[in-house]
């Protein structure tokens, strides 16, 4: 990265302080703890003469969250790169940390970087790893950064860490390794403080892997266990949340193969770099290096075998809810052409009673009059088409209604039954009535038409013959 750009990964002001310890081992061991807020002090301290007794200084540097930039100025920066002589790389390696409003570079790491200046080695890079919130009950994908310099002859050495947030679990598992230094419960090895911090975070990547495991097997289960026929307990909500799921362990699978290949080159660092002098605490840290790599790949094919089935699952509940889809269409366009049957039944019925209708209201009564046909009731001349079932009875005052009004119930329910009946049979056998009403294609009878109908009978017959022989 340009030491010119990238101001949106530092600070104006410094709200929570770049943190310093200095590990003395003189007759008198101790730690030197050191805080900056601002570029001149961090500047003088770095300066002095008096404060170059360390055999390792670890600083740490962190963001307020990580979507903010690192709490640390572009002049203290500048002032620690001055002072220890280090490479661009640290940089690079500040230029992950910035200010964002998206997740982006969600699965980018700077692989290691190793750059040599005599006796002095320089190593950069990034490390991701799942981290629970316990406050959200939710995890989250964190980032730190190490620049670490060091003398190969007399293993003093300079320790950078970026953290995600204050007071990080790197930054406290590594404060933890350098007092233990100092009682001597640990051993100084070259790279003793990257196996603290790989030790501290890759383990959390089996309970995250296992969480999402647990949203997907329900999911899983439900899938492969329905009826297309029946209601189904899975909708397009699940299949989103099993395509999140996929996005998430493919991105674990990204993130794995980048720690395996940063730990596989940390390990060759100790085993092909000749100006390393070897030690026991060496020796033993490229083991607990093998076991890293080891453990990382696991996770990652635990990651790809899941990955795997919910891709699987995901398209068969994609499946599902298409053919799902299809049955409730097809029932829908069951039921429309129930009601089109129906509609042509009822179209049917108009044409048949319509004329009978129109005849009994409206002709016949002209026709009987002008006949003098008619019939008497109550001193009143009512037409048998009139339906007049009802009259008024002036001299008593109330409504008198005629004996023969079964006539028209009777008539009304048999005709009824009947056209339901009707209905219903022609609802069995639409082939009767609704087949002969369904519109047809025209098809032009030319010669070709009839050439192609004649050929397929003839391959028809040839066909029937040959199956008989056999």
Not at 4 to 33: A, K, M, N, Y
Not at 202 to 207: G, K, V
Not at 286 to 302: E, K, L
Request: net charge neutral; hydrophobic share 40%.
């Amino acid at each position: 990265m340009d030491p010119t750009s990238g101001d949106r990964c530092f600070v104006d002001e410094v709200l929570e302080p770049v943190q310093l310890r200095d590990v003395v081992v003189g007759d008198t061991p101790h730690i030197r703890s050191q805080s900056f807020r601002d570029a001149p002090s961090l500047e003088a301290y770095l300066e002095d003469d008096t404060n170059q007794d360390y055999s390792c200084r670890f600083i740490s540097v962190c963001q307020r969250n990580s979507w903010r930039p690192l709490q640390i100025t572009r002049a203290m920066m500048s002032a620690m790169i001055n002072a220890h002589d280090l490479s661009p790389s640290l940089w690079n390696v500040a230029s992950c940390f910035y200010t964002r409003n998206l997740d982006l570079e969600d699965a980018f790491c700077v692989p290691l970087t190793l750059s040599t200046t005599g006796p002095w080695i320089e190593i950069s890079y990034t490390i991701r790893y799942p981290e629970f919130k316990e406050a959200d009950k939710e995890w989250t994908m964190r980032q730190s950064g190490v620049c670490h310099r060091v003398n190969t002859e007399t293993r003093q050495s300079v320790f950078i860490l970026l953290n995600p947030k204050p007071n990080a679990k790197g930054q406290l598992l590594i404060e933890k390794h350098l007092s233990s230094r100092i009682d001597g419960r640990a051993t100084d090895g070259l790279l003793s403080m990257h196996q603290v911090l790989l030790s501290g975070y890759l383990p959390a990547w089996r309970q995250y892997i296992a969480s999402y495991e647990a949203q997907f097997l329900p999911m899983a289960n439900s899938t492969f266990a329905t009826y297309i026929d029946e209601p189904l307990r899975l909708g397009y909500d699940h299949l989103i949340s099993m395509v999140n799921l996929e996005n998430r362990f493919n991105k674990t699978i990204s993130l794995l193969a980048a720690t395996i290949g940063l730990v596989s080159d940390l390990h060759a660092l100790l085993n092909v770099h000749a100006t390393i002098p070897a030690s026991s605490d060496d020796s033993h840290t490229g083991i607990v290096f093998d076991n890293h790599a080891r453990q990382c790949a696991a996770f990652s094919r635990t990651a790809t075998y899941l990955q795997q089935r919910v891709q699987t699952a995901a398209q068969l509940l994609a499946n599902t809810l298409s053919f799902r889809d299809q049955v409730i269409a097809k029932e829908q366009s069951g039921n429309m052409l129930q009601l089109n049957k129906s509609a042509v039944f009822i179209t049917t019925l108009t044409l048949i009673y319509a004329p009978a209708s129109f005849a009994a209201v409206s002709i016949m009564p002209i026709l009987m009059h002008m006949f003098r046909v008619a019939t008497t009731w109550t001193d009143q001349s009512q037409t048998f088409f009139g339906m007049n079932f009802f009259a008024m009875d002036q001299p008593n005052s109330r409504i008198i209604c005629t004996s023969m009004i079964w006539i028209y119930l009777v008539a009304t329910v048999v005709i009824t039954g009947l056209t339901v009946v009707f209905y219903y049979w022609l609802i069995q056998h639409d082939g009767v009535l609704f087949w002969r009403l369904a519109p047809k294609v025209k098809v032009n009878a030319d010669w070709r038409a009839l050439a192609r109908r004649l050929t397929k009978l003839d391959q028809n017959v040839e066909l029937r013959d040959m199956y008989r022989s056999v």
